[in-house]
Nanobody
Framework: QVQLVESGGGLVQPGGSLRLSCAASGTIFMIFGMGWFRQAPGKQRELVATITRSGITNSADSVKGRFTISRDNAKNTVYLQMNDLKSEDTAVYYC????????????????WGQGTQVTVSS
């Protein structure tokens, strides 16, 4: 069983910074793509940023230049450095990972963290 545990969320003023972490644990052979999604009240969940195992990144236009995704494969951990935060960044942020559970797996499956609240407010 795989668990993704997030940390780093909280309350921050506009223009401030937060660093989110998400560590995967359990029966894991290899983690392929990882990413961050967010969902604001009354809105659909949207992609924030993704990163491949080799480090290729993709970010939503709304966060480019402000957010940076990174990962540490040895720790099965993905990070999201959020700078110059704006009120519209307020949302629950979810960690996602595409994981092969065993050496014998013919496919890899999506797993999700529980979500961590990020609130940007004065």
């Amino acid at each position: 069983q795989v668990q993704l545990v997030e940390s780093g969320g909280g309350l921050v003023q506009p223009g401030g910074s937060l660093r989110l972490s998400c560590a995967a644990s359990g029966t894991i052979f290899m983690i392929f793509g990882m990413g961050w999604f967010r969902q604001a009240p009354g809105k659909q969940r949207e992609l924030v940023a993704t990163i491949t195992r080799s480090g290729i990144t993709n970010s939503a236009d709304s966060v480019k230049g402000r957010f940076t995704i990174s990962r540490d494969n040895a720790k099965n951990t993905v990070y999201l450095q959020m700078n110059d935060l704006k009120s519209e960044d307020t949302a629950v942020y979810y960690c996602n990972a595409d994981i092969a559970l065993t050496y014998y797996s013919g496919s890899h499956d999506d797993f999700w963290g529980q979500g961590t609240q990020v609130t940007v407010s004065s």
